[in-house]
């Protein structure tokens, strides 16, 4: 009787590569003996502070442990690295509190298998929604997306359903799909996370929300800082086409669709999604005036639906069963999961979903644990480079979207940032300012120059602490910039000096 | 120039070719030149200077050959909480470098970039395509090292 291999898992994903994965299974490939065990290179689970996070699967048991930092030149067969590996206290990590203790619908799949598995895929669920999808009519799919209160997950937390149905209710034979996988803001890397571990679900979900509004042709527009997310995202496209899950006649329906990758270039506006159309069409990424909006007039002059990669990723479940169990969670607008990005200096960094309603506090004791310093919490920034940032004093704050915009604030794309006490205030508020100097797309003065003139006023007050003159002009300036921008990038860039100014008194001008 | 038009070819029937045509360039040329520009301008049926403003846009293209090898360090805000400003500075005077400057060999390039989504492995540092997450200045040097063998 033939028992069925041993299997090792090593994940092949940026973070875990980042920090040695690659290294490790180039020297378990060249054990003596390895061909009796079979290797996958599977996603991460997300829980990266474990990474290099290695797994043997025995018996039907599968277990891991952390390979930081680890010497493995002392194995020379695969029998050395299993005495090894035992020698570590492997466990299972799905029953760590970490993972346990999230609610994982739209990341149910992560670092389970290898991400280009198209039978693994299948196995777990993969192209069931598609195939629902195809068997309803268009309207009936976005019936549901609508029941299900998804709003995107890209920063604005729009209705999703109902930005479907705009592009839907246009009479125009040519419309688009454009996912926008440019995620920039620092301290987030959810859309990465599903685009290298998980890329059918993405496909997926651009097909189901294609069929549902008639598009014909969709675009990935994906930033080019993520070269594995690239080169996972062409494979699973090509292995799609080849199964007949993308291209002509899906699944024998009458529904053709297909996918163009396409790469940006170091710009973080053209996240922004009127800049990121002029940057598909081969223009400079400058943010458009709306209205039109893109659902009506888009891309190439098309009733386009646009989309961030999670809110795609997020519909293949709620087509598939989960529907009620993502709508029940939450209230108001903010219903569902939400793939948090805990990161920055935190001990137990990684990728969690759960529901909105938990408060910061929880959110750190939780999952995140303490600082990666030891030193105490000093600073949280939430939402991105245009999101505030909270003082230790908060920590009841809830994370729904209603609560951080009673503060002015926003979830954004889910990012939060934590700082210990070496943080300097004063220098994140010069930074708000100059990242807004870098990547301004130039479009609006207040946001071309204002952000160099507000660089150089911190600097001032830098110097000479309490210029009356200087905080009275750094109001002004935060009051025009917000007013007169074209986009968030100008508009929002004063809210984490805001937040400084209010919640870190005497910080902005180091008293 | 056959070679640039032969790059260009494949984009040039796309919708919006001109960018995957620009980094097809970059790629295989490692800079934009102005025979490029102007290879560019006929097939996309644009002028010189209309493409110059496209491609000066973006960080990624660049008008002069950069370094054999690109280091970018990430300066966001949580490779910022976790030392990135002084990782930033060890590398700066350890290469003799200020940002966007490369070595007199052309081996290195050193440049900044804002989040490679390894937030939660910071500081992190991305070495052409590879990144180095916790990094520091000894694993930037040795990756530098073995790479160069």
Known sequence: ?511 | MTNLHEIIEPYVDIDGGLMPALHAIQEEEGYISKDAISELAKAFNYSNAEVLDVLTYYDDFTLEPLGRNIVRICRAEACQSLKSKELTDDLTSHFNLSLDETTADSKITLKEVFCLGNCALGPSVMINETVIGEADKSKVIKFLNEIDE
């Open chain 1, 1 to 511: 009787m033939m028992s069925a291999k041993t299997k090792i898992y090593i994940p092949n994903e940026t973070t875990s590569n980042s920090v040695g994965s690659n290294d490790i299974n180039r020297v378990i490939s060249s054990l003596k003996g390895f061909d009796e065990v079979e290797i996958i290179r599977n996603g991460s689970w997300g829980a990266f502070w474990l990474e290099p996070f290695i797994e043997v699967e025995k018996d039907g048991e599968r277990k891991g442990a952390c390979y930081k930092g680890v010497d493995l030149s002392h194995c020379k067969t695969i029998d050395d690295f299993m005495t090894d590996f035992q020698n570590r206290e492997p466990f299972d990590i799905s029953r760590i509190d970490f993972i346990k203790k999230q609610m994982r619908i739209v990341f149910s799949r992560i670092g389970k298998g290898d991400p280009l598995d198209i039978a693994f895929y299948q196995s777990n669920k993969g192209f069931n929604s598609l195939r629902n999808a195809l068997n309803l009519e268009s309207q009936e799919v976005i019936d549901k997306i609508k029941k299900s209160g998804l709003t995107g997950r890209g920063g604005a937390a729009f209705p999703t359903g109902i930005k479907m149905q705009t592009v839907h209710d246009q009479n125009n034979s040519i419309k688009y799909l454009a996912c926008n996988a440019d995620e920039g803001d620092g301290g987030t890397f959810s859309d990465r996370l599903i685009m290298e571990s998980d890329p059918f679900s993405l496909i997926e979900g651009m097909t189901i929300a294609a069929y549902a509004v008639g598009a014909s042709k969709g675009f990935i527009y994906l930033r080019s800082e993520y070269p594995l997310a690239k080169s996972f995202l062409s494979k699973a496209i090509d292995i799609a086409n080849k199964n007949n899950f993308l291209g002509n006649n899906i699944l024998s329906s009458d529904f053709n669709f297909e996918i163009d990758l396409r790469i940006g270039a170091g710009s973080y506006v053209c996240g922004e999604e009127t800049a990121m159309m002029e940057s598909i069409e081969g223009r400079r990424g400058l943010v458009r005036s709306k209205p039109p909006l893109p659902a009506i007039n888009g891309l190439f002059e098309k009733p386009t639906l646009i989309n961030n990669v999670v809110t795609l990723a997020t519909i293949p479940p709620l087509l598939n069963g989960s529907l009620s169990e993502f709508s029940e969670i939450g209230s108001g607008k903010s219903i569902g999961t939400m793939p948090f990005q805990l990161c920055g200096n935190i001990l137990q960094s990684g990728l969690v979903e759960t529901g909105f309603d938990i408060s910061i506090g929880d959110m750190i004791k939780t999952f995140g644990k303490e600082t990666k310093s030891g030193k105490p919490i000093h600073a949280i920034q939430i939402g991105g480079p245009l999101g505030l940032y909270l003082s230790s004093s908060m920590m009841s704050t809830k994370l729904t979207i209603e609560s951080l915009q009673s503060i002015k604030g926003s979830v954004g794309h889910g990012g939060i940032v934590i700082f210990d006490d070496s943080v300097d205030m004063s220098e994140q508020a010069k930074f708000s300012m100059e990242f807004c100097a870098k990547e301004s797309c130039g479009k609006c003065t207040p946001c071309r120059i204002g952000s160099i003139r507000g660089m150089e006023i911190i600097d001032r007050l830098q110097i000479n602490k309490s210029s009356k003159q200087d905080i009275d002009l750094l109001h002004d300036l935060c009051e025009t910039m917000e007013a007169t921008s074209l986009c968030a990038m100008g508009g929002m860039t004063p809210n984490p000096i805001y937040s400084i100014i209010n919640h870190f008194p005497g910080e902005l001008t180091k008293e």
